[in-house]
């Protein structure tokens, strides 16, 4: 009994990424994809695409690209983390491009040196919180949503139902203690268009004037607030 209740801990704290769908095999990565709003074979390429890119970025370098995390959802590849120089940014760029699954590149790679593991480990103690929001919030299915999260910059990637739904989100998130910033990179199902241009809300801790304004274009892919 004990030893059920360590894998499913284990389970539940996995990100919903490619990585997840790799931990828990075909069978459980069936049960998961019929959760959420893409297909099976949908979660095997984003799954394919990330550890491909995340082993060629070691290949190059280790030592340079150590830093950098790799997020795939949908065909768009989100890089976040950290490199020494401008080139190592371009380099790990075009990496990402070399996989014949990637469909467009949201490159958030800053010029930093080494964070350090204390550093990494607030970082994943955002995310986990974060994700947790999204799980027990009852108007966001959470299953849709990846969460990514660097030096307190929350980073959004999936599907959401509607617009609404992906507002909601990006709200959970930005109460989270810690959070800076929240970027969208969310689509809205049904909008074929995958554009690597985000959508940023701040911490309600950073900004104090509210804006209300949204972007409702009819072509608008992510949509989101700014507090």
């Known amino acids: 009994m004990q030893k059920r209740l360590a894998i499913a801990a284990l389970l539940l704290s996995l990100p919903l990424t490619g990585c997840a769908v790799a931990a828990i095999g075909t069978a459980g990565a069936v049960g998961l994809t019929a959760a959420q709003e893409k297909t099976m074979g949908e979660a095997v390429d984003d799954?394919?695409?990330?550890?491909?890119?995340?082993?060629?970025?070691?290949?190059?370098?280790?030592?340079?690209?150590?830093?950098?995390?790799?997020?795939?959802?949908?065909?768009?590849?989100?890089?976040?983390?950290?490199?020494?120089?401008?080139?190592?940014?371009?380099?790990?760029?075009?990496?990402?491009?070399?996989?014949?699954?990637?469909?467009?590149?949201?490159?958030?790679?800053?010029?930093?040196?080494?964070?350090?593991?204390?550093?990494?480990?607030?970082?994943?103690?955002?995310?986990?919180?974060?994700?947790a929001r999204l799980i027990g919030s009852s108007t966001v299915k959470s299953l849709n949503f990846n969460v990514e999260t660097y030096d307190g910059v929350v980073y959004l990637m999936?599907?959401?139902?509607?617009?609404?739904?992906?507002?909601?989100?990006?709200?959970?998130?930005?109460?989270?203690?810690?959070?800076?910033?929240?970027?969208?990179?969310?689509?809205?199902?049904?909008?074929?268009?995958?554009?690597?241009?985000?959508t940023t809300q701040m911490s309600p801790s950073t900004q104090t004037t509210p804006d209300a304004s949204y972007d409702t274009g009819a072509d608008a892919e992510l949509i989101g607030a700014s507090y």
């Open 158 to 198: 999936g599907i959401a139902r509607s617009a609404e739904e992906l507002k909601r989100a990006a709200e959970e998130a930005s109460v989270v203690g810690g959070v800076k910033q929240v970027v969208s990179y969310v689509r809205i199902r049904g909008d074929n268009v995958r554009r690597a241009a985000p």
């Open 47 to 131: 799954a394919t695409a990330s550890n491909e890119i995340k082993s060629k970025l070691l290949s190059e370098s280790a030592n340079s690209f150590g830093e950098v995390d790799v997020e795939v959802t949908g065909g768009l590849v989100l890089l976040s983390g950290r490199v020494n120089t401008p080139e190592e940014r371009v380099k790990a760029e075009g990496i990402a491009w070399t996989s014949t699954r990637t469909q467009d590149v949201a490159n958030e790679i800053r010029i930093e040196p080494p964070g350090g593991f204390l550093a990494n480990v607030s970082d994943e103690i955002i995310t986990g919180r974060v994700r």
